[in-house]
Nanobody
Framework: QVQLVESGGGLVQAGGSLRLSCAAS????????MGWYRQAPGKQREWVATITRGGLTNYAGSVKGRFTISRDNAKNTVSLQMNSLKSEDTAVYYC???????????WGQGTQVTVSS
């Protein structure tokens, strides 16, 4: 089993930045790719970004150029740097682990990001 724990959410004004982190533990050898998803109130969960163990990244069009995903394989962590935040980025953000391009085998508990306009 794999455990994922997110941190770093909070309240920020539009145009600001936040950095989310996710720590992985357990059978992490089974994780090829890690990613971030988000779910806004009343909407389905949507994919945000993915990074493979080798560092290959992929982003949803709505965040490309504003968000950056990175990982530290030695520390078993993945981060999401979010810049130029917009009110529509408000959501619960979930860390995930699995296979490229959309890792969905393992999930964290989620962390709330609220962007005020």
């Amino acid at each position: 089993q794999v455990q994922l724990v997110e941190s770093g959410g909070g309240l920020v004004q539009a145009g600001g930045s936040l950095r989310l982190s996710c720590a992985a533990s357990g059978s992490i050898f089974s994780i090829d790719a890690m990613g971030w998803y988000r779910q806004a109130p009343g909407k389905q969960r949507e994919w945000v970004a993915t990074i493979t163990r080798g560092g290959l990244t992929n982003y949803a069009g709505s965040v490309k150029g504003r968000f950056t995903i990175s990982r530290d394989n030695a520390k078993n962590t993945v981060s999401l740097q979010m810049n130029s935040l917009k009110s529509e980025d408000t959501a619960v953000y979930y860390c995930s682990g699995g296979t490229y391009p959309r890792p969905r085998d393992y999930w964290g508990q989620g962390t709330q990001v609220t962007v005020s306009s």
